[in-house]
C-alpha cells in the first residue's frame, strides 16, 4: 500500500446542506457580472404580493364584517323637562370588538410565519412559490434566515416612505432589486 493521495477528480461529492439541495450561485461568463433578465422580473414579485396579501384581505374583511353586522343600538327615553323623546345610540358589540381582535392576531400570525419564517427558511413566501422564485442572500445564495427576512420586510418601509419609489426600482435596477433589497443585500432569483 502506498501512502498517495487518490488522483485529482476521484473524491466524492461533498454531501448537500441540511434540508435539500444546495443553492449554487449562477455565474456570468467569466466571471462577468449576470444580465439583467437572470433576476425575478418586477411583475412576477407584484403578483407575488398580490398573492400574499389575499389571506390578510381575507382575514381583515371578515373581522370588519362580524364588526360591522354586530353593532347595538341602545335607546334611552329621556325623563327631564325637556321632552327629548327617546335618544339612540349605536355602537359595536362585545363579540364584534373580539372577532376583530382576533382577526387582527390572525393577521399579525400569518405575516410573520409567511414571510418571517417561511421566506426566510426555504427563500419563497407562499406568492413567491406559485410564482417561482425566492429571496437569497447576494453573497451567500442561501435563503436569508427569519431575523433577516423580518428585518427586510420592515426596510421596505423605506421603499414606501419616498413615495413608493422603492418598489418601482426593480423596473430599471440592474438587479433588479428594492431599496429594501440593497440594504439586506438580497437578490430575487427564479427557481
Avoid at 488522483?7 to 466571471?31: E, I, Q
Wanted: hydrophobic share 40%; proline share 11%; glycine share 12%.
Amino acid at each position: 500500500m502506498t501512502d498517495q493521495p487518490p488522483p485529482p477528480g476521484s473524491y466524492p461529492p461533498a454531501p448537500p446542506p441540511p434540508g435539500g439541495h444546495p443553492v449554487l450561485p449562477p455565474v456570468g461568463f467569466a466571471g462577468a457580472p449576470l444580465p439583467r433578465e437572470a433576476y425575478t422580473p418586477w411583475l412576477t414579485r407584484v403578483l407575488a404580493w398580490l398573492i400574499d396579501a389575499v389571506p390578510v384581505l381575507v382575514l381583515q374583511g371578515i373581522g370588519w364584517g362580524v364588526l360591522v353586522a354586530t353593532r347595538e343600538t341602545v335607546c334611552v327615553t329621556d325623563p327631564s323637562e325637556f321632552g327629548l323623546g327617546e335618544l339612540c345610540a349605536t355602537g359595536t358589540s362585545t363579540l364584534g370588538q373580539t372577532a376583530f381582535v382576533l382577526a387582527g392576531g390572525a393577521i399579525l400570525a400569518y405575516v410573520i410565519w409567511n414571510l418571517g419564517h417561511r421566506q426566510g427558511t426555504t427563500g419563497s413566501s407562499i406568492g413567491k412559490a406559485m410564482m417561482k422564485f425566492q429571496v437569497v442572500s447576494e453573497k451567500t445564495w442561501q435563503p436569508i434566515g427569519f431575523g433577516r427576512s423580518v428585518v427586510r420586510q420592515l426596510a421596505h418601509i423605506i421603499d414606501g416612505v419616498i413615495c413608493y419609489i422603492g418598489y418601482l426600482f426593480p423596473l430599471w435596477d440592474a438587479k433588479r432589486q428594492t431599496i429594501a433589497d440593497k440594504i439586506m443585500t438580497t437578490v430575487c432569483i427564479p427557481l
